[in-house]
């Protein structure tokens, strides 16, 4: 009898702890999406363009949309997909070969290598953007020529950032590199008939935040544009909208700004989400 | 301080075993600093010890080598040509040849006036055909500073292979000696892809990285010596010139000037603020992410993974969008406020952006609602990793919720995130973006801003390094003087902890 | 099919760490060589220099007449199965055989012959299409070495290859590479840990222990006679019994005294030692287990109390101590036995245990080398 009165206890004590979790399950996606789905309406709002006090449109309708793909949207969105498609393939190349290399070949100088990279790391990036600005300039690749030169900067140095996929090679068995080896292939078999198909979750994973990352690329975009707004990218043109002197005209289309930009990159991302997952837990933490 | 042995460290009491253990920190702390500069010490000794031994060794193999190798001391690449390795003989020489081409051309110019950044300035001329003055551009400070140093880095190049080329010479002399035969351009071709794959595969990546982040960090690191700013760009109004160590002295300078404050206090309280919100940020994330994910992984709480892809979700969205649209939503005018207005609940707008510290606890709320999305995905995939039997064991012998938490979950967590909670300490240091889209740096700290530019109470350092660099006055040296203080000080940060944490001090382990 | 020399093999670390010194071995054409010793003795790292999966720091190896030093896995002619299998997780049974064929570019139906052909020798040819994780460890096993067998390699390397495997599945798999060998009549090279592996799969045994090789010899030799104390107390279990003890020469004539009691070396061993001219000296004695038997009334015997009683089945193992708290292990046939005998053996029974003296090992305290190689 005891037993049993002690057990359920348990149960209900269990019920009780469930219950107070599932509500702060809801409070905290509540609170986490609400934001999104603020822009979401307010940039169907017709009534007026500045911030309002309310969250639900008056009058609805597509007013923001027309208005954003009549302004020079339309070119910072095609400079910044061009700029991810680009950075999409060339950093997921570089980034593959610097951490697989780094995880799998024991070569003289891969500690100091790795040493090497680590204390570049401690330098905030940031300082270099004065340099990096006055040789594109040189190059003739800033104001409305950004694109490539925004492309050629992010993907020269990516080569940093090879922690995350190297983690997730570190799990991948060494035994099976040397089984190959025997079996009688050279490296680069190894490479593409063992190893790649084997990491698909990192590669994609890499693909995605290569692809992800140039749409909120913001401080040496504004610094390569230097004010033409040819050369902008999302990131940059949309916080132009939102200066004291803008933001009263253009505040609901920075809200359909932000829907059109967000969208796609989320779909895409809820698409190959299982990837991420992977390639976040897998790799990041190991680096 | 008194070290104890195990058997006397089992017998101390809870407080003084937490004490031992803090005192033996912090003594460890300057010990691991010490160890730290003797290991750079020994590095060096080594290095120069080494370098001796080469600069013999090049030397004992010209006297001992034959015609072919005495004539590859000139001509690099000569000996592997005259032993049948053309290609390799072939590239050697195409270096050779574009080294001196460069050097002959353009590089020792550059070179010769490194020393001086360059001695003419800009001119006004009078052109008599067309009666005005135009002016005249001479010397190109920048650029002397970029391509000496690219020049610089060239000649290291250059001396590194010829290096390589005198002992390709020795190895091949052995290599014949002993009768084996040497690799022909065939084989080396084959080698790029087997046993010498790492560097066809590091190649690519590396120029990169030298070229656009060595290259500019070094080059920035010297502006730090300089006086390149705005007004002394070096080339259409005034030349730039080495100032030695004035930069630092004025970073650390005491005096202040009028109604503001000293550079010191300045950076020092920019400094503190920094470090105070990248413990914050990082620590607010990790604890309150963690808590997320064991909610949403307790066991018997349905629709785990709905849960999870509402808050990851919020990571695809860039986030400037969200950024700027929450920092637009807390201003005076901003959705909040109107609407606490509207239903009467306050009178004024709340301070949210205009107090400094409302502004400063608002940043560090909204990054916990940025940052706690992805710190959940990280941390469940290390608590699914936790062996379940680690918790069984620790209920039979009797722990509750909270001990199976705090002395099983929390000592693994800690283990296996070491190394990720110091880099996103650094990172969050470095964390530009939410803080400028937030609140630009503002609210304005009167007394802190001056000739570098304003300085808001929420300004990171590097925040502040971009208001100085894109400032009215551009002072890039001062830019450059900050961005080695922040490397400084994220250096000294790392050393300690790499010096405690276990998880990072061997890597193989962790494999 | 081709001999293996090792001359003068050493393996440095970066970090200074030797693990293998001056290794020196010549495995003879079709010879099966079982590296056997602790984990860390390099026995591993012997073998992944010979598939050249690790630098040889000095010294050669040359694989029929050839010295290998400078060439890649896939060119010295090797097959190797390893501990963990690895089988490429992506690709079915079939491809993994297959993969090294496929590299090697041999036409598809010459594959199809040889890989099953192999699976049918291996009894796996209903898994060829399922992928490795659905397959037991037994399996993987089986794919593992059909994968090497494809090769038609000159030297077979195996590291640790049962050791993921259960007790009765190892026996079982033990058998068959015995049956395999015979199969592929090959140069074997086998790497374990565990001696029984060592003693039943090879021709010769290698025992090796922080990287020094011990002995060299064929089972029986390191079995009888063992060069030092380490490979007495590896080879054979339970461990072999040692007693710090004299030997006494007197008269021409060698005794023993182990706890006191004084027992006569004979046959075989005393020649040897006589024909060493061995005086009396302090020596550690070595007896197995199973040479050591329950005394009979009156014969000079050892006292000692029984600790332990464990009951194998065919035999018994008994641990008992000395009065000088010395353990001893004593291993008994239970068909020795009666029924009450094995009743009255519980903890603290007094048991007399003597041995005979053909059976003795001496070793020095100092060297611990063999007095008698």
Known sequence: ?287 | ?511 | MASVKLTGVKKIYDNKVVAVHDFDLDIHDKEFVVFVGPSGCGKSTTLRMIAGLEDISEGTIEIDGEVVNDLQPKDRGIAMVFQNYALYPHMSVYDNIAFSLRLSKVPEDVVYDKVTKAAEILGITEYLMRKPRALSGGQRQRVAIGRAMVRDSKVFLMDEPLSNLDAKLRNQMRAEIILLREKLDTTFIYVTHDQTEAMTLGDRIVIMKDGYIMQVGTPTEVFEMPKNLFVAGFIGAPQMNFINTKLLCEGGKYYVTPFGVKLPVEGEKAEMLAAKNVQTKDIVLGVRPEHIRLAEAGEPAIKTKLLVNEMMGSEIHLHVSTEDDTRLIVRVPTVDLSKEERNAMTAGHELAVTFEGKVMHFFDPESSENLLV
């Open chain 2, 1 to 511: 301080m008194k070290r104890y042995s195990d058997m006397e460290f089992l017998r101390l009491s809870k407080w003084q075993k937490f004490l031992y253990k803090l005192v033996s920190f912090l003594v460890g702390i300057p010990l691991g600093i010490g160890r730290f500069f003797k290991k750079i010490d020994i590095a060096v000794k080594n290095g120069v010890l080494r370098v001796v031994s080469e600069l013999k060794d090049v030397g004992v193999t010209f006297v001992h080598g034959d015609w072919k190798t005495k004539v590859s001391y000139v001509v690099m690449g000569f000996g592997n040509i005259a032993r049948g390795q053309v290609l390799r003989g072939l590239l050697f020489l195409l270096f050779e040849a574009v080294f001196i081409f460069y050097m002959v051309t353009t590089g020792g110019y550059w070179l010769s006036k490194l020393g001086t950044l360059g001695t003419q300035g800009p001119e006004s001329v009078y052109d008599p055909i067309y009666d005005t003055n135009t002016t005249v551009y001479h010397d190109n400070s920048f650029k002397i500073l970029l391509y000496g140093v690219l020049t610089i880095f060239f000649i290291v190049a250059f001396v590194y292979t010829w290096w390589v080329n005198v002992r390709q010479n020795k190895l091949a002399e052995q290599i014949i000696k002993s009768g084996k035969k040497l690799k022909s351009g065939k084989d080396d071709l084959k080698s790029l892809v087997d046993d010498q794959f790492h560097k066809t595969l590091l190649a690519l990546p590396m120029v990169g990285i030298l070229v656009f982040t060595v290259l500019p960090i070094v080059f920035m690191v010297l502006v730090a010596f300089t006086n390149y700013d705005g007004s002394h760009n070096g080339y259409s109004n005034a030349l730039f010139t080495w100032v030695g160590l004035k930069n630092f002295s004025t970073l650390f300078s005491w005096s202040s000037a009028g109604s503001t404050q000293s550079m010191s206090a300045t950076f020092g309280e920019i400094l503190v603020w920094t470090l105070m919100w990248a413990f914050f940020a990082t620590f607010t994330n990790y604890f309150l992410g963690m808590g997320v994910a064991m909610a949403i992984n307790k066991k018997g709480i349905r629709l785990k993974k709905m849960w999870r892809t509402i808050l990851v979700m919020t990571v695809a969205i860039p986030q400037f969008i969200s950024l700027l649209y929450v920092s637009k939503m807390f201003a005076a005018d901003g959705l909040i406020n109107q609407m606490l207005l509207g239903l009467g609940w306050i009178k004024q707008a709340l301070p949210f952006w205009t107090d400094p510290t409302w502004a400063r606890v608002t940043v560090i709320i909204i990054n916990i609602w940025i940052g706690i999305p992805y710190l959940m995905l990280i941390t469940t995939g290390i608590l699914m990793n936790i062996p379940a039997d680690l918790y069984e064991s620790a209920k039979i012998d009797g722990a509750n919720a909270w001990q199976q938490f705090h002395k099983i979950t929390l000592p693994y967590m800690l283990f296996i995130t070491g190394p990720y909670l110091l880099t996103s300490f650094t990172g969050n240091m470095n964390n530009f973006n939410v803080i400028y889209l937030l609140t630009g740096g503002g609210p304005t700290n009167a007394a802190a801003s001056g000739a570098a530019g304003t300085v808001g109470h929420t300004d990171l350092l590097i925040t502040w390094l971009f208001k100085i660099t894109t400032g009215s006055d551009s002072q890039y040296y001062l830019a450059a003087v900050v961005g080695i203080m922040v490397f400084v000080v994220v250096a000294i940060i790392s050393l300690v902890v790499y010096n405690v944490l276990p998880s990072i001090k061997n890597e193989e382990d962790y494999q």
């Open chain 1, 1 to 287: 009898m005891k037993n049993e009165k002690r057990h359920m206890g348990l149960k209900a004590a269990n019920r009780l702890s469930n219950t107070a979790i599932y509500i702060l399950l809801i409070v905290i996606s509540v609170v986490w999406l609400l934001p999104f789905v603020f822009i979401l309406l307010q940039s169907f709002r017709v009534e007026s363009t500045w911030q309002v006090g309310y969250v639900i449109p008056q009058q609805w309708g597509f007013d923001n949309y027309i208005r954003l793909w009549n302004s020079d949207f339309k070119r910072w969105y095609l400079n910044t997909l061009i700029i991810a498609l680009f950075s999409a393939v060339l950093v997921t190349v570089i980034q593959l070969c610097m951490s697989y290399t780094l995880s799998r070949f024991r070569f003289k100088m891969r500690g100091p290598l790795m040493r090497f990279m680590l204390i570049l790391g401690m330098f905030p990036g940031m300082l270099t953007m004065i340099i990096l600005y006055r040789v594109l300039a040189d190059l003739g690749l800033t104001q409305a020529n950004a694109v490539p030169g925004l492309i050629l900067v992010g993907v020269a140095s990516s080569g940093m950032g090879y922690y995350v996929s190297k983690g997730f090679f570190d799990t991948i068995s060494k035994s099976l590199d040397e089984a190959a080896r025997v079996d009688g292939a050279t490296r680069l078999q190894v490479l593409y008939k063992i190893i790649l198909p084997l990491a698909k979750p990192i590669v994609i994973y890499t693909i995605l935040t290569a692809f992800m990352g140039p749409w909120g690329d913001f401080v040496f975009a504004r610094y390569v544009a230097m004010g033409t707004s040819a050369g902008y990218n999302v990131a940059v043109g949309m916080y132009s909208w939102l200066t004291n002197d803008q933001i009263n005209s253009w505040y609901t289309t920075f809200c359909a700004g932000g829907v059109m930009v967000a969208l796609p990159v989320t779909i895409l991302f809820l698409c190959l989400q299982k990837y991420y997952v992977e390639g976040v837990t897998g790799g990041a933490v190991k680096g």
